[in-house]
């Protein structure tokens, strides 16, 4: 991946879109802005206020973990810089505990 | 004496040139044999053969010999479910004709996918969703499975919910009430006002302290549709710029 193609925007390195897991603890690390603060959606959680918030590093590169509900989960994740430039992306992991 | 030599000479060529003679009849007959097998071969079709005549049979390809074939065949209600790759699409349902909806994919296709008695219906709230639950226009994920005839059943269908898009504003704070409400004035100076909620997370827990007006902030909420003051999901503190 190059640099430009990070500035240009948000991207999800781990998982993939659609891909399919059996842990309900998931993972993701992805690569955006650096410094950026990204909230990324936690559908485990009781109240979709529960986001999952963190600062992106010098590189842009940020990793979290969310908990998911069986089934798809569809995530959305944003990021912003200091000067309020936003980029979002979404990505839907499917939960099997019974695949 | 010498006549005799000849004789002998010449029976033990003509000898030798019969024995050759049969050998390369022999080898003649192998070849021919081999021929033969070639033929046998034809007349017991193996897979491939089978797999051709299926397609001519039905009019449509199959797959012997090259995986697991599908199990259970058309009846009255459609087709089962076979041992096929599960696969999933994420769409907009696009149309139901009994029981086959039409689902737009991301990409711009759409693709028909058999609703049987034993797919798993999931519906946010509704613990008992059967077909007739499903909404032309709602977004779903489903995991389906082609049958026998290739064509796709639904093994799981999951509706998603729609959820309000979520926003991050930053700027200066320019008003705060501790648990009611904060205002910011962002970069290209528009004054933005927040709801705050018990629910309404300080972030970094270290610089919560620190929250007051004139902080350098990135406030996360939902977009509110209506163009009223959003509630703030979450507030992050930045630490003080330098000036």
Do not use: C
Not at chain 1, 43 to 49: K, R
Not at chain 2, 203 to 227: F, H, K, N
Request: glycine fraction near 10%; charge should be neutral; charged fraction near 15%.
């Amino acid at each position: 991946m190059s640099n430009s193609q990070v500035s240009s925007g948000l991207i999800i390195l781990v998982p993939q879109d659609g891909s399919t897991v059996k842990d309900p603890l998931l993972d993701l690390n992805g690569q955006t802005m650096p410094g950026a603060v990204v909230s990324i959606d936690n559908p485990g959680e009781a109240s979709p206020d529960d986001l999952v918030v963190v600062v992106a590093d010098s590189s842009g590169l940020f990793s979290a973990r969310v908990t998911l509900l069986e089934g798809p989960n569809l995530i959305d994740v944003v990021a912003s810089d200091d000067l309020g430039n936003q980029k979002v992306t979404s990505f839907t992991v499917y939960l099997e505990n019974n695949p | 004496m010498k006549k005799n030599l000849i004789s002998i000479f010449i029976g033990v060529i003509l000898v030798v040139s019969a024995f050759g003679s049969q050998v390369y009849k022999a080898s003649a007959s192998t070849s021919s044999d081999y021929l033969v097998i070639g033929n046998q071969a034809e007349m017991n079709p193996g897979p491939k053969a089978t797999e051709m005549a299926i397609e001519k049979a039905t009019g449509k390809p199959t797959q012997v010999g090259k995986g697991p074939k599908t199990q259970g065949n058309v009846n009255g209600n459609g087709a089962n479910p076979g041992n096929g790759k599960k696969s999933h699409f994420q769409g907009i349902l696009g149309a139901i004709n009994g029981n086959i909806l039409t689902v737009n994919l991301k990409d711009g296709r759409s693709v028909d996918i058999t609703v049987l008695d034993s797919t798993r219906i999931h519906i946010p709230k509704n613990k008992n969703a059967t077909l007739a639950d499903l909404q032309i226009g709602s977004r779903m994920a489903i995991q389906a499975q082609p049958d026998s005839n290739a064509a796709l059943v639904a093994l799981m269908i999951n509706a998603i919910p729609g959820k309000p898009q979520r926003e991050h504003q930053v700027g200066v704070v320019t008003a705060y009430t501790p648990g009611a409400s904060i205002t910011i004035q962002n970069n290209h100076g528009d004054s933005l006002s927040f709801i705050l909620t018990p629910n309404t997370r300080i972030l970094p827990q270290l610089r919560a302290g620190d929250l007051a007006v004139g902080s350098w902030v990135t406030i996360i909420a939902p977009r509110d549709p209506s163009g009223g003051p959003a509630t703030a999901q979450a507030i992050v503190v930045h630490p003080a710029k330098a000036v």
